[in-house]
Nanobody, 114 residues
Framework: QVQLVESGGGLVQPGGSLRLSCAATRRDITFSDMGWYREPPRKERELVASITSVGATNYGDSVKDRVTILRDKTTVVLQMDSLKSEDTAVYYC??????????WGQGTQVTVSS
């Protein structure tokens, strides 16, 4: 069984930076897409960023130019800069394996507030 373990969330002031990390508990697995969604308070879950196995990236419109996604075989990292209050949300990482249900992390809280 594979689990995704997230770290790096917390409280940050507006304009600050955070780095979220998500690592699989097994290294002998090949993921296709990996990425992050977020769920702001009282809103629907939305895509933050995704990255394919060959490094092609996709970013949500609300975070473009402020977020960078990176990965290796089984870890995906989300670097967030110039954070705003509207970035406050629970952030979930995910990883895909063809023909299997998606794997999800447990969620990590990011709060942007002064």
């Amino acid at each position: 069984q594979v689990q995704l373990v997230e770290s790096g969330g917390g409280l940050v002031q507006p304009g600050g930076s955070l780095r979220l990390s998500c690592a699989a508990t097994r290294r002998d697995i090949t993921f296709s897409d990996m990425g992050w969604y977020r769920e702001p308070p009282r809103k629907e879950r939305e895509l933050v960023a995704s990255i394919t196995s060959v490094g092609a990236t996709n970013y949500g419109d609300s975070v473009k130019d402020r977020v960078t996604i990176l990965r290796d075989k089984t870890t995906v990292v989300l670097q967030m800069d110039s954070l705003k209050s509207e970035d406050t949300a629970v952030y979930y990482c995910y990883a895909k394996v063809p023909r299997l249900p998606d794997f999800w992390g447990q969620g990590t809280q990011v709060t942007v507030s002064s």
